[in-house]
């Protein structure tokens, strides 16, 4: 792919690894438009920097919030809701002078209804940095990966560490699990299954380009976004390529799929339909935004969370049809929105933002109208 085509790749590439480095300032939010949102089809989770909170969509109210007070460690890795239990990493703390290493530092804890939650377990001894990837909880087990090229095991009920596996690069994707295996993207361009149970290599296959986002499994197809300008798709048993779908520029986030279809969007904001067993395109639709995010399938519609551009960056999140991907609606936000969108209830997307003005949007699937909008109250900053 030509330099012109990768230009705008890189420089998006520089400012979302940048903001990453970015701090609070004061005691309000700095508006450093990267979160990392997740939601367990009730609540919603944000981790804005500072902190991490809970937000209960059906209460307009915050539930809970961690740490009590801002301090020097900052979050950006999507949190995992189990049950009572919230997981979360962070992006580490400078030991000082006498002690240079970094520490990096997974917690669990406990899912209240209102007040404070309660610390379960840390783990500052397994990761040694930054962690930007959503962990996943599976029964009693924890999968971490992290940017210095680890994929973590640990104790869910403690955190105490099971095993650890080293790839060639940074994991900026959630795991993601099936019967045993733990199939994990690298940015070392490679897709890894190992023993769940073990941390065991089964298979590596080596693709084109980097793999930002995390794998998304079918039935017997594990499908892969790359900085390559493609979406693959491997056998999930062996690993092996079975055919891959194109696109204009890098494609950052995972793709959706959903009914023998998969969707997905390069950086350049064109949104592609593929068929799901065969990888032929189906349609295709030029937006004119930028994309990171992954695609939201609810229904017939398709969502999509972009940066707009101008003169002072923005966003939009934008609904289009499934069948054809015809717009629908759209809505702009003051800031660009990198985190794909979640949906909670029957009616209602969220977005996530790092604005003092507001963490968190929800508007209705249908229509796109703002149902609410939650940021922090002054004497929580």
């Not at 060639?168 to 295996?181: E, M, S």
């Not at 296959?205 to 017997?220: M, V, W, Y």
């Not at 289009?320 to 979640?342: E, F, H, I």
């Amino acid at each position: 792919m030509s330099w012109s085509l990768r230009r705008p790749a890189f420089w998006l590439l520089m400012v979302a690894v940048g903001v990453l480095s970015l701090s609070a300032c004061g005691g309000r939010i700095a508006n450093t438009n990267w979160a990392g949102l997740s939601t367990d089809g009730s609540w919603v989770y944000l981790a804005f920097g500072p902190r991490v909170l809970a937000y209960n969509p059906d209460t307009q109210a915050q539930s809970w919030i961690f740490p009590a007070e801002n301090g020097a460690v900052q979050f950006y890795s999507a949190p995992s809701a189990e049950g009572d239990q919230v997981v979360f990493g962070d992006y580490g703390r400078a030991g000082g002078f006498f002690t240079p290493r970094v520490t990096v530092s997974v917690y669990a804890v406990e899912n209240v209804e209102s007040g404070s939650p309660r610390e379960l377990w840390t783990n500052s001894e397994s990761a040694t940095d930054k962690i930007v990837a959503p962990p996943l909880q599976v029964g009693d087990q924890l999968f971490v990966g992290t940017s210095d090229n680890h994929v973590l095991a640990l104790n869910a009920t403690d955190g105490s560490e099971q095993w650890d596996y080293e790839t060639g690069h940074a994991i900026w994707g959630q795991p993601a699990f099936r019967d045993g295996r733990l199939y994990v993207n690298s940015m070392d361009r490679s897709v890894y299954a190992l023993n769940a149970t073990t941390g065991e290599l089964i298979w590596q296959t080596p693709l084109g380009g980097a793999l930002p986002s995390g794998p998304i499994l079918g039935d017997d197809l594990i499908y892969v976004s790359s900085f390559d300008g493609n979406v693959h798709a491997l056998d999930m048993e062996s690993g092996e390529e079975r055919w891959s779908a194109p696109a204009a520029d890098w494609v950052w986030g995972a793709p959706a799929l959903e009914n023998g279809a998969i969707y997905y969007s390069d950086i350049q904001g064109n949104v592609y339909a593929a068929d799901a067993e065969t990888g032929e395109q189906m349609w295709t639709q030029s937006t004119g935004v930028r994309v990171q995010s992954t695609p939201v399938v609810v229904g017939d519609m398709l969502y999509i969370a972009s940066q707009t551009d101008g003169e002072t960056p923005a966003g939009s999140l934008t609904a289009y049809s499934l069948t054809d991907g015809t717009m629908k609606w759209t809505q702009p936000t003051a800031v660009p929105l990198l985190a794909t969108p979640v949906v909670v209830g029957d009616d209602t997307i969220v977005v996530g933002l790092q604005n003092a003005d507001a963490l968190l949007i929800g508007f209705d699937l249908a229509t796109g109208q703002e149902l609410w909008r939650y940021s922090l109250p002054e004497t929580a900053n």
